[in-house]
């Protein structure tokens, strides 16, 4: 459930930020430009707006140019060097929520002519509904009641009434996710299938975020929490303040929290070991009431489960902590989620105590777009859809040909995997299917999937129930090909048996995307995305995701060259963290991503010939290539990295220049000079396919 009332936001990372750059370049980066002009300039952009879009365009990429470095020495820098990793994420942020607010506002100025269009009337009764402050209040305070009693009560109401020994957790969990709470406050589920042809994965983790966000720093606000819990149980009917009461929920609570904060390694186990080890908990009933692809778990017996290192201690916690404090602090988990939505006494008693928790109160109509953004998908898609070029599918398609041609010819090209290898890897490629955006043919499918939904359109708090309910089954309602979710990375699903890529519509459009963009811009941004996930799919990722074969199977001499391209600095550099320092998976993949796009590219040249250069950007198809492919997802500023090689060097930028010199035209797109260069200084870098 949303929350009017939001710590700040953390940052959006996502794959899709396109911002960088800063004006001409000087005499120290002029030298490694080669301007190529040629007549044949092709793919004109014919829309009215270009002259504004290439302006934009080029204005985002200079603005985040450092004239001073050489891409041959630094392309990191180069690109990005002026770039302020808050501002980047802010702005992407901004032209999220404005492109989302534009769509509304157009939908509404329209509703009349879709009236008749489920999807449509949807989101805007949705969006009405939560807009309305009348539809909070002593309305949703009677259904909190209701939702009470079906989850037992609350205790700490109930004096020495209360039955501690019929609380169970496992119970209570099941209950909460039935009546339509989606919070795990005292265990984190995660499911996904294994892959298109085996069982299902299991993960199991102790929750560090699903706990309500205001308590992010609940260790120097006890008082304040404690009082905050005391006077919203007095508004529910408490006659008496249970002091010892509410500090076990805190006590508790802190105890959860502290599992958040702990390193972790994952542990897998089969079914049968995992209730042999931990035999006080009636996982059975947990693991039957979890849905896989909208299904019952077909077999607890071929079912893995992986857990935290520190789940001994999570069940040692649960077992040791009275039922009656497990209850008391379940049930204000429920409560706390629901204050927002009741009457005006319990919203000032959150802002009041948000006031020491440094709350942010977050705009209603910000809230509002983000409600439907979540859980208006399918629609949202299709309003999204209503306002983009045709041509998408047909660009996108064919980048995703070319893309995959590419790594056919890599594998082929191969000099080490034999034939049985090689056809593994193409055929695992070819079994990849890519869902783009939102299809018209789907258009009624979505009219079916939304035909028995309704909302309490005077109701807030039951509408969003009623929005979490049908949105965690709608997996069961409509094939995942029609339901095409509009966020901003390309999602994937091992549903149906096939192995599932989305590419969603929030993805296809400005800064991301455009069909009057230059094709160096897209295969840049998207085109990485999609070499991205191939990589993952047919090379790098292990075998309990994929079916593929896992990265130390696969050839254990290429693995030692990446792994060594980074060995003699991480051991130089015991003090600095190694989580910054790329893995040779990591390796391997950002080199393939770069080889196969950049060559699909290529292929995309031959075809269609030279397009136009941008305004005031001095620089060829190739070389806006390269730095639209760094710049994106986002434009990470040097400086967030920790510079340990040479007084230059982070590892996040070395391995960045271990990457593009690792496909050998880099150093002719950028005429770079042989005498002083990256791979002179450094030596070679790993390649995968090449012997």
């Known amino acids: 459930m949303g929350d009017y009332y939001r710590i700040s936001k953390k940052l959006f990372i996502i794959s899709s930020i396109g911002i960088i750059f800063s004006s001409f370049l000087t005499n120290t980066s002029a030298a490694v430009i080669n301007n190529i002009q040629n007549s044949e300039v092709t793919k004109e952009c014919s829309d009215q707006n270009c002259e504004k879009l290439y302006s934009e365009l080029s204005n985002r990429i200079n603005e985040r140019l450092n004239k001073n470095a050489s891409p041959c020495d630094n392309i990191q820098e180069f690109v990005c060097g002026h770039s302020d990793f808050w501002s980047v994420s802010e702005e992407w942020n901004s032209i999220h929520e404005g492109l989302l607010h534009k769509l509304l506002e157009m939908l509404k100025s329209r509703i009349n002519d879709f009236i008749d269009y489920k999807p449509f009337k949807l989101i805007n009764d949705v969006y009405k509904t939560c807009m309305r402050y009348e539809n909070t209040g002593q309305q949703s305070l009677d259904l909190l009641r209701d939702i009470i009693k079906k989850l037992g009560n609350w205790p700490l109401l109930e004096g020495d009434n209360g039955k501690e020994s019929d609380f169970d957790w496992i119970d209570f969990f099941v209950k909460s996710h039935d009546i339509g709470f989606k919070s795990f406050h005292f265990l984190t589920v995660w499911d996904w299938s294994k892959d298109y042809k085996s069982t299902e994965l299991m993960l199991f983790h102790i929750p560090p975020d699903n706990l309500s966000r205001e308590n992010a720093t609940l260790n120097i606000s006890i008082p304040a929490y404690k009082n905050y819990i005391a006077k919203v149980s007095e508004l529910l009917g408490n006659t008496q303040i249970p002091s010892e009461e509410i500090d076990e929920i805190i006590a508790f609570e802190l105890n959860i929290l502290k599992f958040s904060y702990t390193a972790r390694e994952i542990i897998r186990l089969p079914y049968y070991e995992f209730i042999k080890k931990y035999p006080s908990t009636n996982w059975r009933k947990l693991l039957k009431f979890i849905k896989v692809c909208g299904n019952e778990i077909p077999s607890l017996s071929n079912l893995m489960i992986s857990v935290t290192n520190d789940f001994p201690d999570f069940v040692k916690l649960m077992e040791k902590t009275p039922k009656r404090v497990q209850a008391n602090y379940g049930v204000w988990k429920i409560i706390q989620e629901t204050i927002p939505y009741l009457t005006d006494e319990y919203r000032e008693l959150k802002r009041?105590?948000?006031?020491?928790?440094?709350?942010?109160?977050?705009?209603?109509?910000?809230?509002?777009?983000?409600?439907?953004?979540?859980?208006?998908?399918?629609?949202l898609s299709v309003l999204y859809a209503k306002n983009f070029d045709n041509d998408i599918d047909t660009i996108i398609t064919e980048m995703?040909?070319?893309?995959?041609?590419?790594?056919?010819?890599?594998?082929?090209?191969?000099?080490?995997?034999?034939?049985?290898?090689?056809?593994?890897?193409?055929?695992?490629?070819?079994?990849?299917?890519?869902?783009?955006?939102?299809?018209?043919?789907?258009?009624?499918?979505?009219?079916?999937?939304?035909?028995?939904?309704?909302?309490?359109?005077?109701?807030?708090?039951?509408?969003?129930?009623?929005?979490?309910?049908?949105?965690?089954?709608?997996?069961?309602?409509?094939?995942?090909?029609?339901?095409?979710?509009?966020?901003?990375?390309?999602?994937?699903?091992?549903?149906?048996?096939?192995?599932?890529?989305?590419?969603?519509?929030?993805?296809?459009?400005?800064?991301?995307?455009?069909?009057?963009?230059?094709?160096?811009?897209?295969?840049?941004?998207?085109?990485k995305d999609i070499a991205a996930i191939i990589t993952e799919s047919i090379i790098v990722m292990k075998e309990k995701l994929t079916g593929g074969i896992n990265l130390t199977e696969i050839n254990d001499e290429k693995t030692l060259c990446f792994r060594q391209q980074v060995e003699n600095y991480t051991s130089t550099n015991a003090n600095n963290s190694l989580n910054e320092w790329p893995s040779p998976s990591q390796q391997i993949s950002r080199h393939i991503i770069y080889k196969a796009t950049y060559r699909a590219y290529q292929q995309w040249i031959t075809k269609y010939g030279i397009e136009p250069s941008l305004p005031e950007l001095p620089f060829s198809n190739n070389q806006m290539f390269w730095i639209n492919l760094i710049r994106y997802p986002f434009c990470f500023p040097p400086s967030e990295f920790s510079i340990v090689i040479d007084n230059k060097y982070s590892p996040y930028v070395f391995n960045t220049m271990r990457a593009v010199t690792s496909v050998s035209e880099f150093y002719k797109d950028f005429n770079c000079p042989v005498d002083n260069s990256f791979i002179k200084n450094y030596g070679p870098s790993c390649t995968f396919f090449e012997a």
């Open 352 to 379: 009041e105590y948000c006031s020491t928790q440094q709350c942010k109160i977050e705009i209603r109509a910000d809230y509002c777009r983000e409600v439907i953004d979540q859980y208006l998908k399918a629609a």
């Open 400 to 527: 995703i040909v070319n893309i995959k041609e590419q790594f056919v010819n890599l594998i082929n090209e191969s000099t080490w995997m034999n034939n049985e290898t090689k056809n593994q890897r193409i055929e695992l490629l070819q079994n990849i299917t890519f869902v783009i955006g939102y299809k018209e043919r789907n258009n009624d499918e979505i009219v079916k999937y939304y035909e028995n939904f309704e909302i309490d359109t005077n109701n807030y708090l039951q509408t969003l129930i009623n929005l979490e309910l049908f949105d965690r089954g709608s997996n069961t309602k409509l094939d995942f090909d029609a339901i095409i979710a509009q966020g901003d990375r390309i999602s994937s699903s091992y549903c149906n048996h096939r192995k599932v890529f989305t590419i969603p519509m929030n993805m296809l459009r400005e800064p991301l995307f455009s069909v009057n963009y230059p094709m160096y811009v897209n295969y840049g941004h998207i085109g």
